[in-house]
């Protein structure tokens, strides 16, 4: 949790760095990452690199500009994007976001159609913005791999390595490899229905569109529309955006197995290793 120790030094980082003077409202607490509001503006600490937080942050502020909120962010006094904050032994990075109007959309409330389209549309954008600090597969990957252990079950260990494996088998071929939002869509609603803004860029990492797509889809599908059904209409939108390869959108089905087990790592509750198997069969129909 975070301490009031913490929220001080966070207090005085604002009001130093940007000559945010106002009352500091929590709004999330996760772990590793806190965000208050003041006025207009969302303060978000994280336990991030600070080349990584700000790869993100540089996505945002460039989409921003083509005319798709983002909470994109105001650059402090000295002109950056974030700035490092230790807190007791722990090495913080704090940035100031422009608040997003209206509220959280779920995806599920979105027609695949209309998602396709939007990340269609901003890897189109993101194919010219630097990749500097974002994570690699190698990254994603390595991280994934050290997530299960021993006290997994032979089933699921097969499962997390066997996607993985296949990842990087992929990688190997020589894909086209992009800036990619690296997260299931943080999309918000001004209207209650319309899609207005996609915030959270903390996930940005650089690969194959495959990636993200996979990503999106995989937590698209649901007991009313099959994975299958769900990603031809998700592919249909994006391909009206943005050019799609043969060989990525064959790659899909092998992101998306990654990103289901992914729930698996460095998890070891039965019930929810459980569900993740689960989720796999229903998916692919094992």
Not at 158 to 164: E, F, K, N, S
Not at 273 to 285: D, I, K
Request: with cysteine; net charge positive.
């Amino acid at each position: 949790m975070l301490s009031e120790t913490h929220e001080s030094v966070v207090r005085v980082a604002v009001r130093e760095h940007w000559g945010l003077r106002g009352e500091l409202r929590p709004i999330q607490a996760r772990a590793g990452s806190f965000t208050w509001q003041t006025g207009d503006h969302v303060i978000k600490l994280a336990r991030d690199e600070l080349a990584h937080f700000a790869a993100g942050l540089r996505a945002s502020e460039v989409i921003e500009r083509i005319g798709i909120a983002t909470g994109a962010p105001v650059r402090s006094r000295a002109g950056k994007l974030c700035e490092p904050l230790a807190i007791g032994r722990q090495s913080w990075v704090l940035a100031v976001l422009r608040r997003v109007d209206g509220s959280h959309l779920s995806m599920h409330a979105v027609a695949p159609v209309v998602l396709g389209e939007l990340l269609g549309r901003l890897h189109r954008i993101m194919r010219d913005v630097p990749t500097a600090g974002a994570w690699t597969p190698g990254d994603v990957l390595g991280h994934m791999a050290r997530g299960i252990t021993i006290a997994h079950a032979p089933s699921v260990r097969r499962l997390v390595t066997q996607a993985i494996s296949d990842v990087r088998a992929y990688y190997g071929t020589g894909p086209s490899m992009h800036l990619l939002y690296g997260d299931g869509p943080g999309i918000f609603s001004a209207n209650g229905t319309d899609i207005s803004a996609i915030i959270d860029w903390g996930g940005v990492r650089v690969g194959s569109v495959a990636d993200d797509i996979g990503c999106w889809t995989a937590h698209g599908a649901t007991d009313r529309i099959s994975l299958r059904d769900y990603t031809a209409g998700f592919l249909d939108g994006y391909r009206r955006r943005c050019e799609l390869a043969v060989a990525d959108a064959a790659a899909v089905p092998l992101f998306q197995r990654l990103r289901i087990v992914s729930r698996a790592c460095y998890v070891t509750d039965p019930d929810l290793l459980t569900g993740v198997e689960a989720w796999m069969r229903r998916a692919f129909s094992e």
